[in-house]
Each structure stands twice: as structure tokens, then as C-alpha cells.
């Protein structure tokens, strides 16, 4: 880049040159000059760059190119650029494949990195290709210190990683070089197993030594591992198969590779050899019949999937979390605004309450006023039955004539006597609602306190307290209506009162009715008959209407029949 931050176009056109030939992709330089003339506006910035980039070049990309070439361009491009200054274990060419490793383990997300499962993968690749053990108990620790700050490792990180020796201490750089080499050749050059065997000749019948590649879908053989010279190939397809032979002619460890057209027999170095490669073979075959891609590729594809299926379970789990949380706040608020209607409530009832109880001393102070009335109505009743008792023997020989007329007046007292013990009855049962309504007032207090005290309990009994609630407000709800029938109980004793009352005024009407036609009668037989010279009596009839002795026998007979209904 340049000051002004864009590339020169002469070094645009030599890196679409070299990507070309690279992805061997032809090269159309007519294009490029045209796609790159000077204007005013120009592509030679990046942004200007990607178009030609995609459709002269990636799109023209048949997939038979070289990747590893084409991933060394690459590494050129930018590892001067990202490759750290400090001293590495590890030579340029194994930062290279480290580097190329990554980019086949990192997510599919920009920017690249690799998380933290993937690294102990490739470490365990590494570490079992060195012939060590593998640290769990130390790669734990440096995962913890790692998701603590990050979600995974960049390329150039992952290289530092490696090249520091952390994980491979106790390993010369030689030892290391190989283990990456072998890890290279696995997941980026897809080769399952690699050694040398013995290979029979098609033409002059000779044992030749030759290394051996095998990938997914072919056997490569070499003159050396170095893989300069190669001597030829093995294709495997599905129709291929490997069969153990008996040793012959010196060979010991001998296999037959059949395919359609050829037939390879090989020797391997001993017994064990022999069955890993038969083994090996026979598990490439298998792939390729099931049309499934090489071991490592379809262990990543599991690995990420679970990645992606672990990351979607715990993006449920936080959503449903958040839901509940959503939830319980909702609730939370719902309580409250249960609570302060409760209060609300509570306070309605009380007033209420001090309402009623002073309407109630209202009308316990008037009956009580009303019942002082009556009782001096009866005690002034009793003093003129007194003094009208006085003149009983005034009115003896009246008797016969006015015998019907005390039948009716007994009749109207006994009315009175019916109205006052229905009156007291009343009274008895207005006490009883009252105490009645006071114990449900007391039982409403008490439940009322029970859930002032059940709201300050803690989150766990929540849903606990939450039912008894429910319950105590259908209880709270059934003392209201009981309340309400006694507060309708009340009324309807306050009508049997009134009606009680009015039998009483009626009965009392009757008995001055009776009294005022007694004395109308006691005047008449006055004026017919003032009566004896003896001292006046007065009673119920008026004055003089018995003698003294006609009053004492009356009431020796009166005094022997209340004693004997008595005795009774």
C-alpha cells in the first residue's frame, strides 16, 4: 500500500498474473489492462480490485489446481506482514503448514480464528505424532485462561502457540518438524498412510522398495519419501478389494490389491505392517462404496455440529432464561399489585368496619333509650295496677258484669307478655350475630396479618404461598358472604324487633283501650252506686269497687293458684 492507502497498479497486475497460473486459470491481459486503465476513478483501491478478482479470475477456477501452491502465495502475501519477530521453535515452512492447518480447522466466520475444542485437537494430533503424552490437567488451565478473555485463537496466534513449546516440552525441533509434517499430510493432504513396502513388478517380475501414499481414493508410490520421483499410481474405487497372500518366493507379508484393470502385489516390512495396510485399504474402500469423505474431514464436520448444536442449546437455554426472568418480574409485579390492592382493600374494610361499629352503638344507645322508655311505661303500669288493686273490694259485686270484659283484658296482657319475650328473644339473637360477626371479624384480621406475612416470605415458596393465597382469598371471600348473611340475619331481626314492637304498642293500645272503658264502666256504676261510708280502695275497676274483705279473699285465691302453677 501507499500513503494514500491503495496498491500500485503495476503490483495488481503481477499478483492476478501469478493467481492465474496458480489456480490455473487463463490469464487475459487484454482484460486486465482494460479492467485497470487510469479515469479519475480507477481500480486500484481494494474495493476497485474485488470485481476483476471475482469475475475474471475465482469464477473461471475448475478446482484442478494445486492447493498447496496456492495456499503458499497466500502465506507469502501476508505472513511477512502478521509472522511474529520473536524466535520460534519451529522453521518457516512448519509455521507454514501450522498456518494452512488452520485455515482447514477455523470457523466458517470472519475474522478467522479457532476455538478452543479445535486447538486441543490438533495438539493431541501433534503430541500423539511426537510419541508423547498428552497433558489434559495443563491444556485445561490454558483453555480457562483463554475463554476468559477470547473465543478462540487467531492464525499467527495458534503459530506462536506451537512454536513456543508449551506443549512440547522435552521435544527436539526435529521431532516437532515431523509430528506437523504428519499432521499436514493427514487433514490438508488427505493422506491416510504413508510407508514403504516392496512393490512386484508388471513387466520384468522384480521386488522394487517404494514409498507408499495412500489417499481416498488412490495409492501413490514413490522412489524415496521426498517424494521427487514418482513411479506411479493405485486408483481405488469401490470395486476394489485387498486379500492376504501366503508367503512365496522368499516374500514374507505379502497382499494382493485388485482393481478393474491391474493387480498389485505388495510385501510389507513384517505381520503388523501388513495388517495396517490392509486394514487402511480396506477402510478407504468402504468410504469410497459409502461415498463419505475422508475420516478427519467428517470428524470436523461432527465436531462443528455439535459445536453448532451445543451453541444453539445454550442460546435456548439463555432465551428461556430470559423468559423466566421476563416472567418472575411480571409476577413480581403482579404481586404487588396484589399486595396494594389487598392494603387497599383492607383499609375499605376497615373503614367500613368503623362504620358499621358506630351505626351499631347508634342503635344500641336508642334501644337502650327505648328500653329505659318501656321499662318506666311498666313500672308506671305496675303502680297504677297497684293503686287499682287498692280499690278491688270496691268493685267485688261488679264481677259478674264485668267478668268477660277482664277475660279481655287478660287476654290483651298476655299479648303483651307474648311481645316482650318475643322482644327479648330478639334481642338475645341480635347479641348472638354481634358476637358472631365480631369473631368473623377477628378471623378476617388474623388472615389479613397471615398475608401481610405470607408476601414478605422468600422466592423459593413463592408458588407455595401463591396457592395458600388463592385459598385464603376464597376463604376471605366465603367470611364476606357469611358476614353479608349475618349483616341480612341482623336486618331481619331488626324487622322482627320493629314488628315486636309494634305488637307491643298494639297490646299496650289494647290494654288502655280496656282501661279507658273500665273506667267509663266504673263511672257509670258510680253514678248508679257511689259506693260504702268505708275508706276508699282504689283498683283496676276505680275506687271502692271491692270491700276489704272481699279484696283479701280475692287475693287469697290468687296467691294459692300462682303457687300452684308454681309447684308445677
Request: aromatic letters at 6%; one cysteine or more; proline letters at 2%.
Amino acid at each position: 500500500l501507499d500513503r494514500r492507502g491503495k496498491v500500485s497498479k503495476s503490483q495488481l497486475k503481477v499478483l492476478s498474473h501469478n493467481l492465474c497460473t496458480v489456480l490455473n486459470v487463463p490469464h487475459d491481459p487484454v482484460a486486465l489492462e482494460e479492467h485497470f486503465r487510469d479515469d479519475d476513478e480507477g481500480p486500484v483501491s481494494n474495493q476497485g480490485y474485488m470485481p476483476y478478482l471475482n469475475k475474471f479470475i475465482l469464477e473461471k477456477v475448475q478446482g484442478n489446481f494445486d492447493k498447496v501452491e496456492f495456499n503458499r502465495m497466500c502465506w507469502t502475501l501476508c505472513a511477512k506482514k502478521n509472522l511474529s519477530k520473536s524466535p520460534l521453535l519451529i522453521s518457516d515452512e512448519d509455521a507454514f503448514k501450522v498456518w494452512v492447518i488452520f485455515n482447514f480447522l477455523s470457523e466458517d466466520k470472519y475474522p478467522l480464528i479457532i476455538v478452543p475444542e479445535e486447538i486441543e485437537y490438533l495438539l493431541k494430533k501433534i503430541t500423539e505424532a511426537m510419541g508423547a503424552g498428552w497433558q489434559q490437567e495443563q491444556f485445561d488451565h490454558y483453555k480457562i485462561a483463554l475463554n476468559t478473555s477470547r473465543e478462540g485463537l487467531s492464525a499467527w496466534e495458534l503459530i506462536d502457540l506451537i512454536g513456543s513449546g508449551q506443549f512440547s516440552k522435552g521435544m527436539d525441533r526435529q521431532t516437532v518438524s515431523m509430528a506437523i509434517n504428519e499432521v499436514f499430510n493427514e487433514l490438508i493432504l488427505d493422506v491416510l498412510k504413508q510407508g514403504y513396502m516392496l512393490k512386484k513388478g508388471h513387466k520384468r517380475k522384480n521386488w522394487m522398495e517404494r514409498w507408499f501414499v495412500l489417499k481416498p481414493n488412490i495409492i501413490s508410490y514413490y522412489v524415496s519419501e521426498d517424494l521427487k520421483e514418482k513411479k506411479g499410481d493405485i486408483i481405488l474405487d469401490g470395486n476394489c478389494c485387498v486379500e492376504a497372500l501366503p508367503d512365496k518366493d522368499g516374500k514374507k507379508c505379502l497382499f494382493l490389491i485388485k482393481c478393474l484393470d491391474k493387480t498389485f502385489e505388495i510385501s510389507a516390512s513384517d505381520k503388523k505392517k501388513k495388517q495396517e495396510w490392509i486394514q487402511a485399504i480396506q477402510s478407504t474402500v468402504s468410504l469410497l462404496r459409502a461415498g463419505s469423505s475422508p475420516p478427519h474431514k467428517e470428524a470436523r464436520q461432527k465436531r462443528k455440529e455439535l459445536r453448532q448444536k451445543l451453541q444453539a442449546e445454550q442460546e435456548e437455554l439463555e432465551r428461556q432464561m430470559r423468559e423466566l426472568q421476563a416472567a418472575n418480574e411480571n409476577k413480581q409485579k403482579e404481586l404487588e399489585t396484589v399486595r396494594k390492592q389487598l392494603e387497599a382493600a383492607a383499609a375499605r374494610a376497615a373503614e367500613e368496619e368503623k362504620k358499621r361499629l358506630q351505626t351499631q352503638v347508634e342503635l344500641q344507645d336508642r334501644f337502650s333509650l327505648e328500653l329505659e322508655r318501656e321499662k318506666m311505661v311498666r313500672q308506671k303500669m305496675e303502680e297504677q295496677v297497684a293503686q287499682k288493686s287498692s280499690e278491688l273490694e270496691q268493685y267485688l259485686q261488679r264481677v259478674r258484669e264485668l267478668e268477660e270484659m277482664y277475660k279481655q283484658l287478660q287476654e290483651a296482657l298476655e299479648d303483651e307478655k307474648q311481645a316482650r319475650q318475643d322482644e327479648e328473644t330478639v334481642r338475645k339473637l341480635q347479641a348472638r350475630l354481634l358476637e358472631e360477626e365480631t369473631a368473623k371479624r377477628a378471623e378476617l384480621e388474623k388472615w389479613h396479618l397471615q398475608q401481610q406475612q405470607t408476601i414478605q416470605m422468600t422466592e423459593a415458596e413463592k408458588q407455595e404461598l401463591e396457592n395458600q393465597r388463592m385459598m385464603k382469598e376464597q376463604a376471605l371471600q366465603v367470611a364476606m358472604e357469611q358476614l353479608k348473611q349475618l349483616e341480612l340475619e341482623r336486618k331481619e331481626a331488626l324487622e322482627q324487633y320493629e314488628e315486636v314492637k309494634k305488637k307491643l304498642e298494639t297490646a299496650a293500645n289494647n290494654t288502655k283501650s280496656w282501661k279507658d272503658k273500665v273506667a267509663h264502666h266504673e263511672g257509670l256504676i258510680r253514678l248508679i252506686e257511689p259506693g260504702s261510708k268505708n275508706p276508699h280502695l282504689i283498683t283496676n275497676w276505680g275506687p271502692a269497687a271491692f270491700t276489704e274483705a272481699e279484696l283479701e279473699e280475692r287475693q287469697r285465691s290468687w296467691k294459692g293458684k300462682k303457687a300452684t302453677s308454681t309447684s308445677e
